[in-house]
């Protein structure tokens, strides 16, 4: 499998996995939420029908009849509702303006039992296939022969004189019962209209999921990817930096094992050459691992204050014969007072070395390089300023990568790995710091290094 192959299937995977999670999270809190929304609309369903019904019974209490026989009365009483067994008026009652006071008068059903269960009275409009004896039970839920839902409450009904009776000489603790009822269908309706909401509106949610999931991953996957290519330039330069001067020391190798005799004086130069060689693979593997290591931040050593006017004095000092060999005047400006950056010191040293290295290296005879040191607020400033070849300004934002040189055959004769200012930037990476370049072409160039003081020493 190509690692173009790899990852496409890795952000498959991802967004399967995200669409999957997301979904799932997606469908429970729809579900919750619909759980939610019927349960509010049935516990305020069922608080209007106790409501009513609280109201009704309040006000039928005082006024009921305590007679066996109470049609006659209830007539009286109530004479907008049906009584069983007579002809019933079926215009608006006064009871149905009670309960329809409150909703529309077909929604509610009214009826009035006696103590036994018998069916006394009943509102005109209640639904019909209701049974004619009564469920005591409190709250019951019903459907009627042509699918309607109905639900219905039931309490018991004292009369001021039945509890005078009762007391005395009835077993019977109640007057009888009314029960409210109502028809669910716009409750049943109103349920349905969320399912569709939910119907249509899940598969919408999930389809803008799927399509989001997999944007996501494209942007996860871009990091990773770049860095895997990253990787993958990273090891083909690396293999190619080590085959030339490897190829090289190999033929030289071969050339002296076929010396004749007769050219005996020849091997010591050519053992200069597969030094020399040598050298340069070990110097660009010593480089490679000190990067690898910096980068993967390996070193147990902790960050210790390091004193920068210490660095750049002996910096100085040791790169002055190389800067007299190469006819450059090398000079440095560092302050009296002492400035000191918490880091590791041997690194420290090794970039400032890296940045005059490259000075004196790409600086002709007969030019300057000045090194020098400040601090501003709390920041030290590191600048390496050299009046050498300079780099085109295209160039400068690539002279950090690794083993990228502005000019190979120039690089190489300096001895360059091209990993000088990669190992620079490392360093200061993990120190925190910034690193900047100003350069003309022929002019110079500037490279400033910005490391945080360390305050406790200033
Ligand atoms: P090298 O080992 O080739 O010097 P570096 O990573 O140190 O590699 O530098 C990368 C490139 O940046 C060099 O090839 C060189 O062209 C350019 N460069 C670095 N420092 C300077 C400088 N002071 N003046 C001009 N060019 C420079």
């Not at 999921?209 to 290519?229: E, K, T």
């Not at 050339?255 to 010591?268: E, F, G, H, T």
Request: aromatic share 8%; charged share 15%.
């Amino acid at each position: 499998m190509n690692s173009h192959q790899l990852f496409r299937r890795s952000r498959i995977r991802l967004a399967l996995w995200y669409a999957g999670v997301m979904g799932v999270i997606l469908s429970l809190s729809g579900f919750g939420m619909y759980r939610a929304l019927v349960q509010a609309n049935w516990a305020a369903l069922e608080r209007e029908i106790e409501s009513i019904a609280g109201t009704l019974h309040d006000s039928l209490e005082p006024i009921l009849p305590a007679s066996e026989d109470p049609t006659a009365i209830l007539q009286q009483i109530l004479p907008e509702l049906c009584l069983v067994g007579q002809p019933c008026n079926t215009n608006p009652t006064l009871i149905q303006r009670h309960t329809t006071g409150i909703s529309d008068r077909n929604t509610y059903y009214i009826r009035l039992f006696d103590h036994q269960g018998k069916l006394l009275a009943f509102s005109p409009n209640q639904a019909s296939h209701l049974t004619q004896t009564l469920n005591p039970a409190t709250w019951q839920t019903w459907r009627s022969a042509d699918g309607i839902r109905y639900h219905q409450f039931t309490t018991i009904l004292h009369s001021a004189n039945t509890h005078h009776v009762t007391a005395k000489t009835s077993s019977h603790p109640s007057w009888g019962y009314i029960q409210i009822g109502r028809t669910l269908e716009p409750f049943d309706a109103e349920v349905r209209r969320v399912q569709w909401i939910f119907a249509i509106g899940f598969p919408l949610a999930l389809g803008l999921v799927a399509v989001s999931s997999w944007w996501l991953s494209g942007l996860a996957m871009q990091p990773i990817y770049q860095s895997y290519q990253q990787q993958q330039q990273f090891t083909a330069n690396a293999a190619h930096e080590l085959r030339s001067p490897l190829a090289s020391l190999l033929a030289t190798v071969e050339a002296i094992l076929r010396v004749q005799p007769s050219n005996q004086q020849d091997i010591p130069t050519m053992l200069q050459t597969v030094e020399r060689q040598g050298r340069r693979l070990s110097h660009l593997i010593a480089d490679l691992l000190l990067l690898s290591s910096i980068e993967q931040n390996t070193s147990s050593e902790q960050f210790k204050p390091c004193c920068l006017n210490d660095l750049i004095s002996d910096l100085s000092e040791e790169f002055l014969e190389l800067a007299v060999a190469s006819d450059i005047k090398l000079s440095s400006h560092i302050p009296a007072h002492l400035i000191y950056v918490l880091g590791h010191e041997q690194q420290l040293y090794r970039l400032v070395s890296n940045l005059i290295a490259n000075a004196i290296h790409y600086t002709p005879s007969g030019g300057c390089i000045n090194i020098s040191l400040e601090q501003r607020d709390r920041t030290s400033f590191i600048t390496v300023k050299d009046t050498g070849i300079g780099i085109p300004p295209t160039e400068q934002p690539r002279i950090f990568e690794r083993f990228y040189r502005v000019d190979s055959a120039r690089s190489c004769k300096t001895g360059g790995t091209g990993l000088g200012l990669a190992i620079v930037q490392a360093i200061t990476q993990v120190h925190g710091g910034k690193l900047s370049v100003e350069s003309q072409l022929d002019q110079g160039s500037t490279f400033t290094l910005q490391l945080a003081a360390h305050p406790l020493q200033m």
